[in-house]
């Protein structure tokens, strides 16, 4: 059965476009703003969190105009928050193909995550809006934008797996995942540098896997001059990895944690659906 | 290596129902009964939820094999598990215990329309449905001029499908799914919505898909008429267990619950299925005679078929009428006449009668067929038997699976003349 399961994913490749047009043309046809909504959410985001951490509580931005700061995080985290929930609702929402067709079920939440894609490639049109706007130039370090895009569908991914299994028996999590998400944003330096979080607690906060990813959008997009890498002794001894030169800097910890976080997230995810696939029909 | 496209090895499958009664509230009901009571999930949990677990075996231990090219049939009452093993036999759940082995790919039409998007126009929609069922674009493109001219939609192409009326609908969907052009077809009384034409237009596709083409086909239906024509081999399920595999004639009269098979000239009217009133009439048995005057229980059609009737009457009684009637075997009432048809009613006192009927058995089809009797007294009945099959017919020029495919329930003696050259009625008249 395994390895059939994974030459169907083949056989059935053309579902995966399928079903994420679907989603779209729906979208689509359904309101004029449907479009225009992809843009216009991280823009009213951008300005409110821009006031708010910017102007308001005056943090640091590290040498780039805050709105671009909090634009690079709002990009990716959006696309996170929206693949996540979409991914975890889509077994539940897509049920009357689950229980009446065979096809691999992993297609469907994997779908709805390429969905979530597409608008985020829509609203990445409104950050070079913006770079252009503060004639925001960025360097070489943009070619290793793609590897943190793939993290963070990898972890849209891992995480979304995990949710779409457990909500076909708990339907709870239509409720949960939003919160998680509004916390998220907090928990996330979307708004703020992560270079404010004060050191002790900076292990720690890495741990959470998006850290990692959106300080990784920062540095490729953000950062002025190049960068080597140096370690810089700490007054209490131990020492820390900066970029020198840079204006953001990248903490490596950070960006390791995410890696390894985001794999065993995927890995997981992937082996707990599989687990359950087969129990989907009965119960959904 | 065989050329068994299907087979099923002590399949079965278990529905767990009753112990968790709402998905919606599941964590939440866990976390609540849990803070209500912590302990309470070491000490007798376990023995009081397996205690509210209710078992359903859908299907238990159903074997059989379909080899490739044949066209099965799949019948049973509602609730036999039909549904169930089309589901296993496509791969959209896991039977509990068993195996199945299929060489070939398998498309199955559970439900019609399944995919559709209301908002969609017509001509998405056929794209959106034919990926789901697993074709490639390429292919679609290919099939699509096709699919249009069979579904006959194509003024609505380009609408939303929420604006078609269900009939459109219907045949959109079927249209779609029957271009499917895979190893094994299965399908689930789809053909039970749309109307007459084009459950007429669907039969014909599938029967190109089987004959033609030489595919598998899996079929289930109640429309025993459909099955007869369309299927070489039958599977009767009942309650989750198959009962009888094998010819579509048999498997038809077990699916009645008819049994069929008439095996003596003598039948005790104690053992079928009787309505009767306490009024002082009782019907006893039923024998059977053929034209020499001998017991029968097989006789050929060209001879006639002599019932007697045997019945006892308890209570002087005024006007009473003995009825009969013929029934096929898929339930189709034939036939019936009376006694005082031919006879007047009779008048009797206490004691034992029997009346006697002949039929000529000429019109008659090589098939199951079943009598009634009864006897009525002033109208009102007093005894009333069904169920008692009729002795089974031969025929030694006829070809009873030939004749089964035929239409009808009945056989008239028609005479065809051979082939003659034909005058056009011009040439008549120019005296040609």
Redesign the interface.
Same mark, same amino acid.
């Given at each position: 059965m395994e390895r059939h399961y994974w030459r169907d994913l083949w056989r059935y490749r053309e579902l995966f476009y399928f079903l994420a047009w679907r989603d779209l043309m729906v979208r689509y046809k359904q309101t004029v703003v449907g479009v225009a909504w992809a843009i216009i959410r991280p823009i009213l985001t951008i300005v409110v969190l821009s006031l708010v951490f910017g102007k308001v509580s005056k943090l640091p931005s590290g040498g780039a105009p805050y709105p671009l700061l909090v634009c690079c995080g709002v990009i990716p985290w959006q696309f996170f928050g929206a693949a996540l929930s979409e991914c975890g609702n889509s077994l539940v929402s897509n049920s009357n193909l689950i229980s009446k067709i065979y096809f691999p079920r992993l297609i469907v939440p994997a779908s709805s995550v390429i969905t979530s894609f597409v608008d985020f490639l829509v609203s990445a049109a409104f950050l070079v809006f913006l770079m252009v706007w503060y004639q925001f130039m960025p360097t070489v370090s943009i070619v290793a934008l793609p590897l943190f895009i793939l993290l963070a569908f990898a972890a849209s991914l891992g995480a979304g797996l995990w949710i779409a299994a457990l909500m076909v028996d708990y339907r709870d999590f239509r409720v949960i995942v939003p919160f998680m998400v509004q916390f998220g944003l907090y928990a996330t330096p979307v708004a703020y540098l992560s270079s404010v979080i004060p050191d002790k607690w900076r292990m720690l906060y890495s741990l959470n896997p998006m850290v990692g990813v959106i300080d990784g959008f920062r540095w490729c997009l953000l950062s002025r001059e190049h960068h080597e890498l140096v370690p810089v002794l700490l007054p209490h001894g131990g020492f820390r990895w900066e970029s020198l030169g840079s204006d953001q800097q990248l903490y490596l910890p950070a960006l390791a944690f995410s890696v390894i976080g985001i794999t065993l997230l995927l890995a997981s995810g992937i082996w707990y659906f599989r687990k359950t696939e087969k129990s989907f029909a009965d119960v959904i | 290596m065989s050329d068994i496209a299907i087979k099923v090895e002590q399949l079965s499958k278990r529905?767990v129902i009753g112990a968790r009664r709402n998905?919606?509230?599941?964590?939440?009901h866990r976390l609540e009964a849990w803070a209500r009571n912590p302990w309470q999930w070491l000490k007798s949990a376990r023995r009081d939820r397996q205690a509210t677990r209710e078992e359903f075996w859908a299907l238990r231990e159903v074997s059989f094999d379909v080899r490739q090219g044949d066209v099965i049939g799949i019948i049973g009452r509602n609730g036999a598990g039909k549904s169930t093993l089309l589901?296993i036999l496509?791969? *959209? $759940?896991?039977p509990t215990s068993g195996e199945i082995t299929i060489e070939g790919r398998?498309a199955?039409l559970?439900?019609v329309g399944?995919?559709f998007?209301p908002? @969609?126009t017509g001509r998405?929609n056929i794209?959106?449905n034919g990926? *789901? @069922?697993?074709m $490639?674009?390429v292919e679609i493109k290919q099939r699509f001029d096709e699919i249009v001219a069979f579904s006959e939609v194509e003024k609505f192409l380009d609408t939303?499908v929420k604006r078609y009326s269900s009939g459109m609908y219907v045949r959109l969907a079927f249209a779609v799914a029957a271009h499917l052009e895979p190893e094994i077809l299965i399908v689930d009384e789809v053909l039970a919505v749309g109307d007459a034409q084009f459950q007429k237009k669907c039969i014909g596709k599938i029967e190109d898909v089987s004959k033609r083409q030489g595919r598998t086909v899996l079929f289930v239906s109640h429309n025993l008429q459909t099955v007869r024509q369309m299927c070489k081999k039958v599977v009767v399920l009942e309650r989750g267990r198959m009962v009888y595999s094998g010819g579509v004639a048999a498997g038809i009269n077990r699916y009645s619950g008819l049994e069929g098979t008439c095996d003596t000239a003598v039948h005790e009217l104690a053992d079928y299925p009787r309505f009767s009133e306490q009024t002082g009439v009782r019907l006893l048995r039923v024998e059977y005679w053929d034209a020499a005057g001998k017991p029968a229980f097989r006789i050929p059609r060209s001879s006639e078929l002599t019932v007697n009737v045997y019945f006892r009457v308890e209570q002087p009684v005024k006007q009473l009428d003995l009825p009969m009637a013929i029934v096929h075997v898929e339930g189709q009432r034939i036939f019936s006449e009376s006694y005082s048809d031919h006879q007047p009613e009779m008048e009797l006192e206490p004691g034992e009668y029997m009346v006697s009927f002949t039929l000529p058995l000429k019109y008659l089809k090589l098939e199951s067929y079943f009598l009634v009797v009864g006897v009525f007294e002033s109208g009102r009945h007093c005894d009333f038997v069904e169920g008692l099959p009729l002795p089974e017919l031969t025929d030694e020029f006829a070809d009873p699976h030939l004749e089964s495919r035929r239409w009808g329930l009945v056989r008239l003696p028609v005479e065809w003349a051979p082939v003659k050259e034909s005058l056009s009625v011009i040439e008549t008249v120019n005296g040609k």
């Open positions: - | 529905y998905a919606q509230d599941g964590l939440r589901k496509s791969r *959209i $759940t896991e398998v199955s559970l439900e399944t995919g998007h908002e @969609l998405e794209f959106l990926a *789901i @069922l697993g $490639t674009r939303p």
